[in-house]
């Protein structure tokens, strides 16, 4: 069964650094996700890409965030100085124009 | 946009009961999945389930979307049962596809 795949599984990184969280979706699917939870909550949406841009994107996406597809299957998230309150799991996921999405394994992001 | 509630928060079972969890959403969808989020915090698809029924093992689920709610039962539950169940729903067609997930049941099943 074909998976999304997210590199790192796990990262720790000085507060003010940037960070770049990496993932490959399925290859014939068209829409991709950022979604991040915090520790004990729930699973929020930060960003949906199409068509090599941004379709939606939430409140927490703000400037210090950047999403970008550098190549035919990489699809990054980029964290600009990061802050305590951005440690959480990110997922990564892609999904058809209609049917069900699929989730990465996720990235265990810890800012010190 | 869509609102998903789930119930119950949290839940205790001991070893081979059965369970049913309930996710109920405010608006139409057209895409409906659950989650069990494992011990180390990966996601993992259970059910595509926009309608109907579907079994997998000792796990079903059935969305009535007419009335806009999902079941997911769980049958002979086994401690590795454990973790926290998710739903979330998504409508296709309007400004956004974006998946909108429920705050989740946690569920602990005791040997």
């Known amino acids: 069964e074909p998976e999304v795949t997210q590199t790192p599984s796990h990262q720790v990184t000085q507060m003010g650094q940037e960070v770049i969280l990496r993932c490959v979706p399925i290859?014939?699917?068209?829409?991709f996700y950022w979604y991040r939870q915090i520790l004990g909550q729930k699973v929020e949406f930060l960003v949906s890409?199409?068509?090599?841009?941004?379709?939606?994107k939430s409140e927490i996406f703000d400037d210090q965030f950047s999403v970008e597809r550098p190549d035919g299957s990489n699809f990054t998230l980029k964290i600009r100085s990061t802050k305590l309150e951005d440690s959480a799991m990110y997922f990564c996921?892609?999904?058809?124009?209609?049917?069900?999405?699929?989730f990465g394994s996720g990235t265990r992001l810890t800012v010190v | 946009g869509i609102q998903v509630e789930q119930s119950p928060p949290d839940l205790i079972l001991q070893e081979g009961a059965n369970s049913t969890l309930r996710c109920n959403f405010s608006?139409?969808?057209?895409?409906l999945q659950w989650f069990h989020q494992n011990p180390w915090g990966q996601l993992i698809n259970l059910f595509y389930i926009p309608s109907g029924t579907k079994q997998n093992g000792r796990l079903s689920a059935t969305t009535v979307a007419t009335e806009r709610y999902s079941l997911l039962y769980i049958s002979s539950s086994q401690t590795t049962d454990s973790g926290v169940y998710f739903c979330?729903?998504?409508?296709?067609?309007?400004?956004?596809?974006?998946?909108?997930f429920g705050t989740g049941t946690l569920l602990a099943v005791q040997p």
């Open positions: 979330a729903g998504a409508f296709y067609g309007g400004a956004t596809n974006k998946l909108i």
């Open positions: 890409f199409y068509n090599n841009e941004i379709s939606e």
């Open positions: 608006d139409s969808v057209n895409n």
């Open positions: 290859s014939n699917h068209l829409y």
């Open positions: 996921a892609s999904s058809e124009q209609r049917g069900g999405y699929t």
